[in-house]
């Protein structure tokens, strides 16, 4: 699971030209969105497309996008238990 929180981590400043961060300084725990890294709507549905293209994982149930999205910690566990 490291190993894919590290490479989240890395898409994620990647897919949002985040050039000056490092995955070092995105905590597993820290909220995406908002009071966190500071991501927004636009940025979701770009790590949508990174679930989908990436990971090959649907976000089946739109309702819970927030809650998966909250962190890399729960995108990885999410990703872990659809891909199970």
Same mark, same amino acid.
């Not at 050039?19 to 597993?28: A, G, H, Q, R, S």
């Not at 009071?35 to 990174?50: F, H, K």
């Not at 149930?61 to 909250?70: S, T």
């Not at 729960?74 to 199970?84: G, M, S």
């Given at each position: 699971?490291r190993k894919l929180m590290d490479t989240l981590k890395q898409e994620i400043i990647e897919?949002?030209?985040?050039?000056?961060?490092?995955?070092?300084?995105?905590?597993?725990?820290?909220?995406?969105?908002?009071?966190?890294?500071?991501?927004? =709507?636009?940025?979701?549905? =770009?790590?949508?497309?990174?679930?989908? !293209?990436?990971?090959?994982? !649907?976000?089946?149930?739109?309702?819970?996008?927030?809650?998966?999205?909250? =962190?890399?910690?729960?995108?990885?566990?999410?990703?872990?238990?659809?891909?199970?």
């Open positions: 699971m897919e949002m030209h985040l050039e000056d961060m490092e995955i070092e300084d995105i905590e597993d725990e820290m909220p995406l969105f908002v009071e966190g890294l500071g991501l927004d =709507s636009i940025d979701a549905l =770009s790590m949508i497309v990174i679930l989908e !293209k990436k990971h090959g994982v !649907k976000l089946e149930n739109p309702d819970e996008g927030k809650d998966i999205m909250h =962190s890399v910690k729960t995108l990885a566990e999410y990703i872990t238990q659809q891909q199970a």
